[in-house]
């Protein structure tokens, strides 16, 4: 349970809506830097979250609401996470302590929560898309509104925003800041760069360029022409001494980079942006974890943090029980690599990284690259393993149907963060992949739920030569369910197994796969003290589905007068919707109930609900199904 305790600031508590912002001194903006640090660091300490990304967009988000106008003007964030200081300046710093919580704010913006968040972002690289939308939208509809688009420098490892550069138009109220706080990416970083950046951070710089432009053009006959000589002429010296860069190359208005973390320069430098009324990209620099040595020290540890309260749990991870057999694969095979995109701690490939250096890819947030890049691998001998989150798998579906499936290339795709994730909400759910890859021929789904399961999984991918997809939850095992139905360890091939013998005589059997089998086995001892014994099938691979119905129904009971499919992922074409129809069709079952998450993103919880309820797949809904099935038996 949270046991935060409510603090009161001189400044932040008095924030209620930019306009208060606005009435403040910029004098005074250090001192609210400073509280906004010190609660950020107590509230994501107590409910987790995402922190060092927030520390290092203080000044820079407070400098957007003294300049801009919202909700008339558009603040995008991107990836999102870094928006907890918008949402704490927007009207929402007294719900903080909910962020991430059931029933509590998201972690992320989201339009139905304030009119502040004007587009929901959860994955990277969508924000300029979607700013060039709102720019244009506005042009067409007369309105003089300005949008900006806050992005991370890691965002232009993905492909989506270069392809909304190329176009961007000039004549847009669209202002693209570039938040780089890991590497640098454009070029001009020297003494020379840096003194010209300081300069152009001071509004007299730019009153003396725009006056001098003006006496230029004004000058009779020769004007204009001499203006555009001179602007070439200075661009041309520009280039020689420190370069152009990509966005000038590309007809963008380019100023920086400048200490994104010193709130006077961020906060003349937007308002000389707003005045040129064009397209402009500032370059600025942050630190992430700014103003909390712990984070500034170690920025990755403190991206995203548990709760205190919450028990850190020791057990090794399913991410990182697969990177070390893969490495235990690649040690006996010199073909095998490992790709990531952007998440190499994240998806348990570190210690692939630091034993095969030469094998391990992190093509950064472009998972659609990732995918296609390996299927060029295999399709000339390699065998690659590419690990990437259920949710941003979404974005590699043509690669893989394309490029992997059609080909049958033998692609091991590790699917990460598999069902429901409660913390992070609707943009991470990891419940549309069984969906989704169960259209694509040729691609095998494994669901292992345990770690020597994944062992057996990740061994039998491999053998198999075919494309295949292994998904799994985020965390460790559960040794509820290795002692259901691996009293006696694990052996043979990936398949079916159950927690029950034919003399038990059980009325139902749940098939299900996944974490969500932990809530059927809590539902079967609770139904048990009412009399009804329910029998669980816990598959281990799921497609093909005809092999599956098979394995299934060899072991179904006779006994058994209904079986139940839960999943806790999407309804409509998932494993229930699958396996069931493979079942009545050749297997001859009849009676079966489908219980899974419906046409429904799962977005709000409320306060004390847990994930399983809000998506109707809990203990409960699964003891109605049960007795429903019962009834309908008598």
């Not at 007809?251 to 994104?260: E, M, Q, V, W």
């Not at 989150?389 to 149907?401: A, C, E, K, P």
Request: glycine content about 8%; aromatic content about 8%.
């Amino acid at each position: 349970m949270n046991t935060m305790e409510s603090h009161s600031y001189h400044y932040l508590s008095n924030i209620h809506s930019p306009k208060d912002l606005k009435e403040l001194s910029g004098e005074e903006m250090p001192r609210v830097a400073e509280e906004i640090r010190q609660e950020l660091v107590r509230i994501v300490s107590g409910t987790g979250g995402h922190l060092a990304s927030n520390l290092g967009v203080v000044e820079l988000t407070l400098a957007l609401h003294r300049v801009f106008d919202c909700p008339k003007d558009h603040i995008i964030f991107d990836v999102g996470h870094q928006s907890y200081v918008h949402k704490m300046l927007t009207g929402r710093y007294d719900r903080m302590e909910t962020i991430r919580q059931a029933g509590g704010l998201s972690g992320f913006p989201n339009r139905s929560e304030s009119e502040y968040d004007c587009f929901g972002t959860g994955h990277s690289s969508t924000s300029l898309s979607a700013a060039l939308g709102f720019a244009i939208s506005d042009r067409l509809q007369g309105s003089d509104s300005y949008t900006v688009a806050v992005v991370g420098d890691g965002a232009y490892t993905g492909g989506m925003i270069h392809e909304a550069l190329n176009n961007c138009q000039k004549d847009l109220k669209l202002i693209i800041i570039m938040n780089e706080n890991e590497m640098s990416i454009s070029k001009n970083i020297g003494r020379f760069a840096t003194n010209l950046a300081k300069l152009r951070t001071k509004s007299g710089y730019f009153k003396t360029k725009k006056a001098t432009g003006v006496f230029l053009k004004r000058i009779p006959w020769v004007g204009k022409r001499l203006f555009y000589v001179v602007r070439g002429v200075k661009k041309s010296i520009k280039n020689v001494l420190y370069g152009s860069n990509y966005f000038e190359s590309m007809g963008l208005t380019y100023l920086g980079p400048i200490d994104g973390n010193d709130y006077e320069a961020v906060e003349n430098l937007l308002r000389e942006a707003k005045k040129m009324d064009e397209s402009v990209v500032l370059h600025l620099k942050t630190k992430k974890g700014k103003g909390y040595a712990p984070a500034e020290l170690a920025p990755d540890v403190y991206h995203g943090m548990v709760p205190k309260w919450a028990q850190k749990n020791k057990e090794q991870t399913f991410s990182q029980y697969m990177g070390s057999i893969i490495c235990q694969l690649a040690a006996k095979d010199q073909c095998i690599t490992a790709i990531t995109a952007a998440m190499c701690d994240g998806t348990g490939l570190c210690e692939f990284k630091e034993k095969y250096p030469d094998r391990f890819f992190d093509v950064g947030i472009a998972e659609e690259h990732a995918l296609t890049f390996a299927a060029g691998l295999s399709a000339n001998g390699m065998r690659p393993f590419t690990a990437i989150y259920s949710t941003f798998l979404q974005r590699g579906y043509d690669n893989i149907v394309h490029d992997i499936a059609l080909q049958n290339l033998p692609c091991i795709v590790c699917v990460d963060r598999a069902g429901l994730n409660g913390g992070d909400g609707a943009t991470h759910h990891g419940i549309f992949d069984v969906a989704f890859l169960s259209q694509i021929p040729n691609v095998s789904i494994y669901t292992p739920i345990t770690l020597n399961a994944l062992t057996m999984a990740l061994r039998d991918a491999y053998d198999s030569g075919k494309p295949c997809a292994i998904r799994y939850p985020n965390g460790s095992e559960s040794q509820a369910v290795v002692n259901a139905f691996y009293p006696n360890g694990i052996a043979g091939k990936p398949g079916v197994v159950c927690n029950y013998r034919e003399s038990d005589s059980p009325s139902c059997v749940i098939v299900t796969h996944g974490r969500i089998v932990e809530e059927a086995l809590r539902a079967a001892d609770r139904l048990k003290e009412e009399g009804i014994s329910v029998g669980i099938v816990l598959l281990e691979r799921i497609k093909p589905y005809k092999e599956c119905a098979q394995q299934v129904a060899n072991i179904l009971p006779l006994s058994a007068h209904g079986v139940i499919f839960l999943e806790e992922e999407i309804r409509s074409g998932g494993m229930g919707m699958n396996l069931s129809d493979y079942m009545a069709r050749f297997c001859g079952l009849r009676r079966f109930k489908i219980l899974a998450t419906e046409d429904s993103f799962v977005a709000h919880r409320m306060n004390g609900q847990s994930i399983y309820d809000a998506a109707g797949v809990s203990v409960r809904h699964i003891m109605d199904a049960v007795r429903e099935l019962e009834e309908e038996f008598v």
